[in-house]
């Protein structure tokens, strides 16, 4: 089933300037990116994203990683789009993550793990809905 998730090339991956490398990435592993914006996320956007990690010690830490550069949002579209990102990224922690994973190719440590993707289609939406608009995307 052809689905659409969300990305954010994150900002230890764009002041590497690692975009076009992570693309081709996601382009090899099947995915379209249909909508793309380079943006310097704010305070306010950061907070909202992550609130659902509010109340986790790494919160503000990870508001101020995620405003601290520009970052990459995208809208990635393909067959079972948010499950073969989630595989294509790998896992959160790089020194686990798999071989060809841009995690295990990109990232510095956990904290700077290169890229973020939806963990459910309901959080895609939303997430897809926070930086873009239906105008923005063109499928």
Known sequence: ????????????????NLTGKINAVIEDAGLRIIAQRRIQMTEAQARKFYEVHSE?????ELVETMTSAPVVVQVLEGENAMARYREVM????????????????????VGENSVHG???QENAQL?????FTDADIVG
Do not use: C, H, V, W
């Not at 689905?3 to 590497?16: C, G, L, M, V, Y």
């Not at 986790?56 to 503000?60: H, K, L, S, T």
């Open 1 to 16: 089933m052809t689905e659409r998730t969300f990305s954010i090339i994150k900002p230890d991956a764009t002041k590497r």
């Open 56 to 60: 986790r010690p790494f919160y503000g």
């Open 90 to 109: 790998g896992a959160t922690n790089p020194e686990q993550a798999a071989d060809g994973t841009i995690r295990k190719l990109f990232a510095l440590n």
């Open 118 to 120: 939806s963990d459910s």
């Open 127 to 131: 997430e897809i809905a926070q930086f």
